[in-house]
Every structure is written in C-alpha cells, then in structure tokens.
C-alpha cells in the first residue's frame, strides 16, 4: 500500500510538472503569435534577431505609455 501511494504521488507531482511546461509552451506559442503579427513576418521566419528587436520596441513601449506594451513586466 504504501508503495501504491508513492508511485500515485510522484505521478500527480509528473502531472503537475508537465501542465507547467505545457502552459509555458503555449505561452510562448501564444507570444510568437503576437510577435509574428506585430512584425509583419510568418513564425518560421522569426529569428533570435527579430525577436530580440521586438522585446527592445516593447520596452521602449513600456517606458513612454505602459498600457501600449505587449508585456507588462
């Protein structure tokens, strides 16, 4: 019994742990989007350059009028 309990535990804590990565990875998905649009460019041709250059422009954003930023943070 105790066993059992083990095992069913370290499952939920697996569970838990893959419904975090899955919800990162559709947040990112869901930012691509964003960026994608925002851009003018398909996802597969954003690269690390284009993607570094949007968050710049959404500081900038940030900075001058808060609510006009993509992210808030």
């Known amino acids: 019994m105790y066993v ?3 095992t069913l535990a370290i499952m939920m804590a697996q ?3 893959l419904k975090h990565v899955l919800i990162s990875q ?3 998905l869901n930012l691509l989007r964003v960026i994608s649009k925002q ?3 398909p996802i597969e041709e954003l690269n ?3 993607i ?3 968050f710049q422009k959404d500081k900038e954003k940030r900075e ?3 609510d006009s930023a ?3 943070w």
């Open 26 to 28: 559709v947040s990112s």
């Open 4 to 6: 059992h309990m083990y």
């Open 15 to 17: 569970k838990h742990k």
């Open 39 to 41: 851009e003018g460019k």
């Open 64 to 66: 001058k009028d808060f």
């Open 48 to 50: 690390a350059g284009i």
């Open 70 to 72: 993509t992210l808030k």
């Open 52 to 54: 570094c250059d949007w």
